[in-house]
């Protein structure tokens, strides 16, 4: 199977499981994949998901070698059918980056909220030495994420970045030594998982919706609103109490 799932405790894990192309996507694992984060969005009983990679990358990007052999084998085409990255998935999402990240595995990267890379990392869109454009929010992402003179460099140049520079510039939020970005990437999961889930997801609308989409003041009224929803449930009740207990909250997602 291209893609592997599993479940830790409240953690989802997705796994691209095609070492022997790069973990490169074909059809078959965009599909698996679209189906994944269906199936984490609508699972209740996990909170955060991690996205890793078999082998020596975490993505290497569409399969070209078989799209070039059979234009059927270019998912790209039908891209909006399907879902490469999270977006509009609430609950929070870390990429584990181990190896190469490249064009659409950059795209995949760029779409979870925090990423996790080990020191043989590197990045790069490639897109502009293949002729065509960055796709899956690779323009958009990085213009924001980055200084954007660094965005343009990665862009334009098409040239890969090694993994302490993509810290240095803001584009992973932390490095680990090779093998361990996965461990890494779980342990953090298992500390989001502590956290209040509904807290976590309306945050996380909050900035995207409200930090990248809106006027600032638009953004403000977005915030009220879900602050004011939190505040209504019961978790919000259990974090107010176990301050007070002084003892750890067991959310419920309620």
């Given at each position: 199977?291209p893609i592997?799932?599993?479940?830790?405790?409240?953690t989802?894990?997705?796994t691209?499981?095609?070492?022997?192309?790069?973990?490169?996507?074909?059809?078959?694992?965009?599909?698996?994949?679209?189906?994944?984060?269906?199936e984490?969005?609508?699972?209740?009983?996990v909170?955060v998901?991690?996205?890793?990679?078999?082998?020596?990358a975490?993505?290497?990007g569409?399969?070209?070698v078989?799209?070039?052999?059979?234009?059927?084998?270019?998912?790209?085409?039908?891209?909006?059918?399907?879902?490469?990255?999270?977006d509009?998935?609430?609950?929070?999402?870390?990429?584990?980056?181990?190896?190469?990240c490249?064009?659409?595995?950059l795209?995949?990267?760029?779409?979870?909220?925090?990423?996790?890379a080990?020191?043989?990392?590197?990045f790069?869109?490639?897109a502009?030495k293949?002729?065509?454009v960055?796709?899956?929010?690779?323009?958009?992402?990085?213009?924001?994420?980055?200084?954007?003179?660094?965005?343009?460099?990665?862009?334009?140049f098409?040239?890969?970045?090694?993994?302490?520079e993509?810290?240095?510039?803001?584009l992973?939020?932390?490095?680990?030594?090779?093998?361990?970005?996965?461990?890494m990437?779980?342990?953090?999961?298992?500390?989001?998982?502590?956290?209040?889930?509904?807290a976590?997801?309306?945050?996380?609308q909050?900035?995207?919706?409200g930090g990248?989409?809106?006027?600032?003041?638009?953004?403000?009224?977005?915030e009220g609103?879900?602050y004011?929803?939190?505040?209504?449930?019961?978790?919000?009740?259990?974090?107010?109490?176990?301050?007070?207990?002084?003892?750890?909250?067991?959310?419920?997602?309620?």
């Open positions: 199977m592997d799932l599993h479940r830790s405790d409240k989802f894990v997705i691209l499981n095609r070492p022997e192309a790069m973990n490169s996507i074909d059809p078959d694992m965009f599909d698996q994949l679209t189906a994944a984060w269906a984490f969005e609508a699972d209740d009983s909170h998901a991690v996205v890793t990679g078999t082998g020596r975490f993505c290497a569409r399969d070209l078989k799209s070039v052999a059979d234009e059927k084998n270019d998912w790209s085409s039908r891209r909006d059918e399907g879902r490469l990255t999270p509009g998935i609430w609950k929070p999402v870390i990429a584990a980056v181990n190896g190469y490249l064009a659409a595995g795209a995949l990267a760029l779409g979870c909220d925090l990423r996790v080990a020191e043989n990392a590197s790069g869109t490639m502009a293949r002729g065509i960055a796709g899956g929010g690779q323009t958009q992402r990085l213009t924001r994420y980055i200084p954007f003179a660094k965005a343009m460099e990665m862009i334009l098409a040239e890969r970045i090694d993994a302490a993509a810290h240095r510039i803001g992973v939020n932390t490095v680990t030594p090779q093998g361990e970005a996965l461990d990437a779980l342990s953090w999961a298992a500390r989001l998982c502590k956290n209040g889930p509904l976590l997801r309306a945050m996380k909050a900035a995207y919706e990248m989409d809106m006027h600032f003041t638009e953004g403000m009224k977005l609103k879900l004011a929803e939190i505040m209504k449930t019961a978790d919000a009740r259990e974090g107010a109490l176990a301050f007070a207990e002084k003892r750890e909250p067991e959310f419920r997602g309620k």
